[in-house]
């Protein structure tokens, strides 16, 4: 095992990986004949090492892989190095989520290889892809070593189990094999039974929980059982032959014991009667020759018990074999009675449901009556409801009509009122324009006219001032005098221009409440404008009212019309299902005569089997005697045993 450590390590090294530790510590652990790496992640690198150590590895013969997340390279690589291998009798890949990939490298392994007797491949899913998984079909096919075989939740499908039935045909040396889990179903079941009368090796193989009718369930288990028997009296009589074999050949032995040891006491009895005379030699002789008489007879006499007991044997085993066959029979003819039993009641159900039919058949013809007049009443509502629609119709286009009217007379009314209220107004705006522009000329002519004034005022001020530099003190109070009026005329100007200010702001207080008048009488077109708005809406709304009522009247008929086709449909349903009632029925009846002629089958076969083994045991006690007989007889003694 250390060499196989140091192999690893050294291959590793080799492809420029570093060797795992967990690998190599499983290395130096490692019992005998046994290499254990589950839950072990093994890279790449790792399955390239232990495929090209397996090759030619002749100490391991258990390689258990479990759980080890081996990737779709890492298994192609392993298996490949395991094809070659010549003394692997086990190997576990369960759990490791094998693929296509996989499923072809397996095929591979099984075509290949002619050493592993046990392989388990639970928790993968090689079933998923069908091409792959008839590859490995293929191989499972094509093996002559592999026992035991298990392939529980893999995905394997009714087409996959096909496959597998068709690699059981061909299979020749497979005893067990686990189907558990797995979505097979009706017709993989089948398959699976149809392929078991040419497989006579197989003797366990499970089913369960693949949705497989009980009855499919039964047929594989009754198959099991003959192979069981098969396979049980195979080993018995393979032991039997065995322990003949050897009784045959201890016989063998003894007899050239004898022989050997007649041969030396005739080799000393001939140099003894060469020393003395030729009447003592003839006595000798005689005298020998009788007392080998007497042990031949004694020989041939147990040679004859010898073949009594085993003929007694025999016929006790045949007997035992005959009791087992008569009560297999007396099984199947049980089988064979409740088989018939289960027709009788099928026949009655059928019966039954026959009757159950006719009376459908005629609640079928009154709910057909019932639809028909049901129909003819809709039809009439239909057509009352039609009729209905063109009033309600008719009437709904002459109110539409006298509300267009209508709302055309009262558009027409308010636009005239708006268009003349709109011409006063404007006639009023513009003579507002006009008296304002006419105030705000005067306004600018009262300002020019201060302006004005105050300019010469200014004049006069600066000539007075003038003239009272030039008279000094001489007209100051005259100046003063003239001050005052003309401040009093500024006042009066300015009063004035004050007075103009305030009928400019009256005129513009005017101005905006004939704009609010205007802008009320806009507020007072556009309410009406949505008042008219509102009636068209309301007329529309009230149209659709009417429309939507229409609909929801439609609507109903059209759930009345839809119920009647579903109560068509229910009654084709009905119909339907009595004619898939009825054929099941008669595919049960078919299959309980098929399973009553394969049991008859059985028996015939089994009663064959009887009589062969029966011909078998005969040939092989004469062969027996006649063996013993013939050797008795060609034994190189009797020449020299006196005649009777």
């Known amino acids: 095992m250390e060499e196989f450590r140091r192999s690893y390590s050294r291959l590793c090294k080799e492809s420029g990986s570093e060797p795992q530790d967990a690998v190599l510590q499983q290395l130096h652990q490692l019992p005998r004949g046994r290499l254990d790496l589950a839950t072990q992640s093994l890279t790449v690198d790792t399955c390239r090492a232990l495929g090209k150590l397996l090759q030619n590895q002749a100490l391991l013969t258990e390689l258990v892989l479990s759980d080890c997340m081996l990737s779709e390279e890492g298994t192609t690589l392993l298996l490949q190095g395991l094809c070659a291998n010549t003394v692997m009798k086990l190997l576990d890949l369960k759990g490791n989520n094998l693929r296509a990939a996989g499923a072809e490298a397996l095929g591979k392994l099984l075509r290949q290889n002619q050493s592993i007797q046990s392989l388990t491949l639970e928790w993968n899913n090689l079933g998923t892809w069908e091409d792959a998984f008839a590859t490995f079909c293929g191989g499972l096919a094509a093996n002559s070593t592999l026992q035991q075989l298990d392939l529980r939740n893999n995905q394997i499908s009714h087409k996959g189990a096909e496959e597998l039935a068709l690699a059981l045909k061909g299979n020749a040396t497979l005893q067990q094999l686990d189907l558990r889990w797995n979505n097979i179903g009706l017709l993989g079941g089948r398959a699976l039974v149809n392929c078991l009368p040419s497989n006579r090796t197989l003797w366990r193989l499970d089913l369960a929980g693949n949705n497989v009718p009980s009855d499919v369930l039964r047929a594989v288990e009754q198959a099991m059982e003959h192979n069981r028997d098969r396979h049980s009296a195979f080993q018995e009589t393979q032991a039997r032959t065995h322990l003949l074999s050897k009784e045959v050949q201890y016989l063998q032995e003894e007899k050239s014991k004898q022989f050997l040891d007649l041969m030396e006491t005739i080799d000393k009895q001939r140099e003894e009667m060469a020393r003395s005379s030729q009447l003592q030699m003839t006595e000798a002789a005689l005298a020998l020759s009788e007392q080998k008489s007497q042990d031949l007879g004694e020989l041939l006499a147990t040679a004859e018990q010898e073949r009594l007991s085993l003929s007694q044997r025999g016929e006790k085993e045949r007997r035992l074999e005959q009791q087992e066959a008569a009560e297999r029979e007396s099984r199947l003819l049980r089988d064979l009675s409740a088989a018939s039993e289960k027709n009788l009641l099928l026949r009655n159900q059928v019966d039954e449901l026959e009757r159950k039919l006719k009376s459908q058949q005629e609640e079928l013809f009154l709910t057909r009556q019932e639809l028909t007049n049901t129909s003819a009443e809709l039809k009439i509502r239909v057509v009352q409801a039609e009729e209905r629609l063109d009033v309600e119709k008719r009437r709904a286009r002459q109110s539409m009509e006298d509300s267009e009217k209508l709302r055309f007379k009262e558009v027409e009314h308010m636009t005239r009122h708006l268009e003349e209220s709109e011409r006063a107004m404007q006639e009023r705006v513009q003579r507002l324009e006009a008296l304002r522009l006419s105030l705000e000329e005067e306004l600018s002519r009262v300002k020019a006219a201060a302006l004005s004034e105050r300019g010469q005022a200014e004049e006069e001020l600066i000539k007075a001032r003038n003239q009272a530099r030039l008279e000094e003190q001489q007209h100051l109070a005259h100046l003063e005098e003239k001050l005052r009026l003309l401040a009093q005329a500024r ?126 045991e005969a040939q092989r006690a004469s062969f027996l005697q006649n063996a013993v007989l013939a050797y008795v007889q060609g034994s190189p003694l009797r020449s020299l045993s006196p005649p009777k």
Not at 521 to 534: C, G, H, K, M, T
Not at 589 to 595: A, G, M, N, V
């Open 491 to 616: 006042d009066e100007a300015q009063g004035t221009c004050m007075q103009q200010k305030q009928t400019v702001a009256e005129a513009q207080a005017r101005a905006s409440q004939l704009s609010l008048q205007v802008e009320g009488q806009r507020r007072r077109i556009e309410e009406l404008q949505q008042e008219l708005s509102n009636k068209d809406q309301e007329k529309v709304a009230e149209v659709t009212r009417v429309r939507v009522e229409l609909q929801e009247q439609m609507g109903r008929l059209q759930a009345e019309l839809t119920a009647q086709e579903a109560l068509r449909e229910k009654v084709a349903a009905l119909e339907r299902q009595l004619k898939v009632i009825a054929s099941d029925h008669r595919e049960a009846l078919l299959d309980k005569e098929s399973e009553n002629a394969s049991l008859r089958e059985k028996l015939r076969l089994k009663e064959a089997e009887m009589a062969r083994i029966r011909d078998e």
